[in-house]
């Protein structure tokens, strides 16, 4: 059996992650680009990709991390931990937000309300790091979102029958309201095993436990399918990738935004989904 070269391994890794950008247009010139930060392998090697990429790249653009704290007691504080570190090392900024300080309540109070705690907590989380991404002024919002994510929101959304989801696939997502940060996705074609071995390998701070809600979720479920479908039949998730990949090409429903009647934050109801829960929980 083969043993890794780390500094090939690392070339061909940043080199992907880099033609990602270039062919998508991911960062452009004077870009604000806020990196969603949890302290996890995916969120700290798509920091690190951005800041190497800062570095060697001709573009001149900005980066800043947002970290948000949803109240998850012995798991989040480790992640909050590796997250301050990463930024020290990289000197980028790092804005700090939690779901006490903003909704006065944390992930571990409110979850019980709902048959899985990632239901409020993907709401929440995302409604925060958009707001916080708007009011500082940045053009993109990058997340860590892997291959392996992908694929799994794809064929998560083709069970439901979900086609405005579809939109919200690929590398790079186009703004449909002027309050809603567009997405970018530096990993979107990395498999979550490259991005494991890259952290073990140069030896990365990072969090790795499961966040002990996660085996409640969908998301989860067809995880372990997924990953037992590849040990039984290799490559079967980048066969997924490529008839994903042609989907592209089908023009897709997009959901029209208005603005939340309570929170004034972009949503496709008259009441935003963040708003909803929040009224669920304080009437429980």
Same mark, same amino acid.
């Given at each position: 059996?083969s043993?890794?070269?780390?500094?090939?391994?690392n070339?061909? =890794?940043?080199?992907?992650?880099?033609k $990602?950008?270039?062919?998508?247009?991911?960062?452009?010139?004077?870009?604000?680009?806020?990196?969603?930060?949890? @302290?996890?392998?995916?969120?700290? =090697?798509t920091?690190h990709?951005?800041?190497?990429?800062?570095k060697s790249?001709?573009?001149?653009?900005?980066?800043?991390?947002?970290?948000?704290?949803?109240g998850?007691?012995g798991?989040?504080e480790?992640?909050?931990?590796?997250?301050?570190?990463n930024?020290?090392?990289?000197?980028?900024?790092?804005?700090?937000?939690?779901f006490?300080?903003?909704?006065?309540?944390t $992930?571990?109070?409110?979850?019980?309300?709902?048959?899985?705690?990632?239901?409020p907590?993907g709401?929440?989380?995302?409604?925060?790091?958009?707001?916080?991404?708007?009011?500082?002024g !940045?053009d993109?919002?990058?997340?860590?979102? /892997?291959?392996?994510?992908?694929i799994q929101?794809? =064929?998560?959304?083709? !069970?439901?029958?979900?086609?405005?989801?579809?939109?919200?696939? @690929?590398?790079?997502?186009d703004?449909?309201?002027? %309050?809603?940060?567009?997405r970018?996705?530096?990993?979107?074609?990395?498999?979550e095993?490259?991005? @494991?071995?890259?952290?073990i390998? /140069? /030896?990365?701070?990072?969090?790795?436990?499961?966040?002990?809600? +996660?085996?409640? +979720?969908l998301?989860a479920?067809?995880?372990?399918? =997924?990953? /037992?479908?590849?040990?039984?039949y290799p490559?079967?998730?980048?066969?997924?990738?490529?008839?994903?990949?042609?989907?592209?090409?089908? %023009?897709?429903?997009?959901? %029209?935004?208005?603005?939340?009647?309570?929170?004034?934050?972009? +949503?496709?109801?008259?009441?935003?989904? !963040?708003?909803?829960?929040?009224?669920?929980?304080?009437?429980?």
């Amino acid at each position: 059996m083969s043993v890794l070269n780390k500094k090939e391994f690392n070339e061909k =890794l940043f080199s992907r992650i880099e033609k $990602l950008i270039k062919d998508y247009k991911l960062v452009e010139k004077d870009d604000s680009i806020a990196i969603a930060l949890s @302290g996890g392998k995916d969120s700290v =090697l798509t920091l690190h990709a951005l800041a190497n990429y800062q570095k060697s790249s001709k573009i001149d653009f900005d980066l800043v991390a947002i970290c948000v704290d949803e109240g998850i007691k012995g798991y989040r504080e480790d992640g909050i931990t590796s997250a301050i570190a990463n930024v020290k090392e990289l000197d980028i900024e790092l804005i700090q937000k939690s779901f006490e300080e903003e909704l006065k309540f944390t $992930l571990d109070d409110s979850y019980s309300h709902f048959k899985s705690a990632c239901i409020p907590c993907g709401v929440f989380r995302r409604n925060i790091l958009n707001k916080t991404a708007y009011d500082i002024g !940045a053009d993109k919002i990058a997340t860590g979102h /892997n291959l392996d994510d992908e694929i799994q929101s794809f =064929l998560m959304s083709f !069970a439901r029958a979900d086609t405005l989801k579809f939109s919200k696939f @690929g590398p790079k997502l186009d703004q449909i309201h002027p %309050k809603l940060i567009p997405r970018i996705k530096p990993l979107w074609n990395t498999p979550e095993k490259d991005v @494991g071995t890259w952290a073990i390998m /140069n /030896n990365i701070n990072i969090h790795l436990d499961e966040c002990p809600y +996660s085996n409640l +979720s969908l998301r989860a479920k067809t995880k372990n399918f =997924l990953n /037992n479908m590849e040990s039984k039949y290799p490559k079967s998730k980048l066969a997924i990738m490529e008839s994903f990949k042609k989907s592209f090409n089908i %023009k897709t429903p997009v959901a %029209k935004l208005n603005e939340c009647k309570k929170c004034g934050e972009p +949503s496709s109801a008259n009441v935003c989904k !963040a708003c909803e829960i929040i009224s669920i929980i304080n009437n429980s």
